[in-house]
C-alpha cells in the first residue's frame, strides 16, 4: 500500500551539537541546517506529501545568548530566500508583535505562492504552543455554536498532521503545533539536523506505512 502521509511536520533539533563536534561556535550550526531544509522540502515533493511544517525557532529559543539569537534569526531570513526559488504555498506562522520576529518575513505571515505553487509549506517562526492557543479565547460567548478547534487556532492555516520526523535523537514534541499534532506518529532519527541524508527520509516513509492509522477510532 502505498500510504505517504499528506501532512509531515519536522523538528530539525542537533544543530548546536553539529557546530560543538566540530569545533564551531554553536551560532554556525544554524546555517548549516539550511541546505538540509531544501533537500528535504525537495524529496517531499517528489514523493507527493502535500503539506509541510518546519520549526525556524520558538519563543522558548530566544532564551538563548544573544549571538545564536541573531544566528537563527537570519537563518530564518536566508531559508525564506531560499523557498522563493521551490514551488510552494508558503506560511510564517508566529508571533509578529513581539521583537523577537524578523521584521523580514512580515509579508508572509499570509500565505505566498512561489512558482506553481505544488505544496503547502508552513514555517514556524517565534511559535509558541501558549501563543497559538490564545486564538481559543476569542471566540464570543453568545455564540451557541463552536467552530472546529483548529479553526480557532492562531495557525488556524496549518492542518492535521499525520507524521512528525524529528532530528537529534531527542524524544519530546518541543510544543509543536499541539493541536494539529495530537494524532500524529513520531518517528525519531539519532542523527544531527545538518548531517540529514535522503536514506532518513526514505526510511521514516516506510515505517509510516506500517503503522495502524486508526485516529482513535
Same mark, same amino acid.
Given at each position: 500500500?502505498?500510504?505517504?502521509?499528506?501532512?509531515?511536520? #519536522?523538528?530539525? &533539533?542537533?544543530?548546536?551539537?553539529?557546530?560543538? *563536534?566540530?569545533? +564551531? %561556535?554553536?551560532?554556525?550550526?544554524?546555517?548549516? =541546517?539550511?541546505?538540509?531544509?531544501?533537500?528535504?522540502?525537495?524529496?517531499?515533493?517528489?514523493?507527493?506529501?502535500?503539506?509541510?511544517?518546519?520549526?525556524?525557532?520558538?519563543?522558548?529559543?530566544?532564551?538563548?545568548?544573544?549571538?545564536?539569537?541573531?544566528?537563527?534569526?537570519?537563518?530564518?531570513?536566508?531559508?525564506?530566500?531560499?523557498?522563493?526559488?521551490?514551488?510552494?504555498?508558503?506560511? #510564517?506562522?508566529? &508571533?509578529?508583535?513581539?521583537?523577537?520576529?524578523? *521584521?523580514?518575513? +512580515? %509579508?508572509?505571515?499570509?500565505?505566498?505562492?512561489? =512558482?506553481?505553487?505544488?505544496?503547502?509549506?508552513?514555517?514556524?517562526?517565534?511559535?509558541?504552543?501558549?501563543?497559538?492557543?490564545?486564538?481559543?479565547?476569542?471566540?464570543?460567548?453568545?455564540?451557541?455554536?463552536?467552530?472546529?478547534?483548529?479553526?480557532?487556532?492562531?495557525?488556524?492555516?496549518?492542518?492535521?498532521?499525520?507524521?512528525?520526523?524529528?532530528?537529534?535523537?531527542?524524544?519530546?514534541?518541543?510544543?509543536?503545533?499541539?493541536?494539529?499534532?495530537?494524532?500524529?506518529?513520531?518517528?525519531?532519527?539519532?542523527?544531527?539536523?545538518?548531517?540529514?541524508?535522503?536514506?532518513?527520509?526514505?526510511?521514516?516513509?516506510?515505517?509510516?506505512?506500517?503503522?495502524?492509522?486508526?485516529?482513535?477510532?
Amino acid at each position: 500500500m502505498n500510504k505517504i502521509p499528506k501532512h509531515v511536520g #519536522v523538528i530539525p &533539533d542537533g544543530n548546536r551539537r553539529w557546530a560543538v *563536534k566540530r569545533g +564551531l %561556535p554553536k551560532k554556525a550550526g544554524y546555517d548549516a =541546517g539550511l541546505p538540509p531544509g531544501l533537500a528535504f522540502l525537495r524529496l517531499c515533493i517528489k514523493e507527493g506529501v502535500k503539506e509541510v511544517t518546519a520549526y525556524g525557532f520558538t519563543q522558548d529559543n530566544t532564551k538563548r545568548a544573544l549571538d545564536q539569537r541573531k544566528a537563527f534569526q537570519q537563518a530564518c531570513i536566508d531559508g525564506v530566500e531560499i523557498i522563493k526559488g521551490e514551488d510552494v504555498r508558503f506560511l #510564517v506562522v508566529g &508571533d509578529t508583535e513581539s521583537p523577537m520576529f524578523p *521584521k523580514e518575513l +512580515l %509579508p508572509y505571515t499570509t500565505r505566498t505562492t512561489f =512558482g506553481k505553487g505544488t505544496i503547502k509549506v508552513n514555517f514556524l517562526v517565534n511559535y509558541g504552543w501558549q501563543w497559538d492557543l490564545k486564538g481559543l479565547t476569542h471566540w464570543p460567548q453568545e455564540k451557541t455554536k463552536m467552530p472546529s478547534v483548529l479553526k480557532m487556532l492562531r495557525s488556524s492555516d496549518v492542518s492535521r498532521i499525520d507524521l512528525i520526523m524529528r532530528w537529534g535523537g531527542r524524544r519530546r514534541l518541543s510544543g509543536l503545533l499541539p493541536a494539529q499534532a495530537a494524532y500524529a506518529d513520531f518517528y525519531i532519527i539519532d542523527e544531527l539536523w545538518p548531517d540529514f541524508k535522503p536514506e532518513q527520509f526514505y526510511q521514516a516513509l516506510d515505517w509510516y506505512k506500517k503503522q495502524d492509522i486508526t485516529l482513535g477510532g
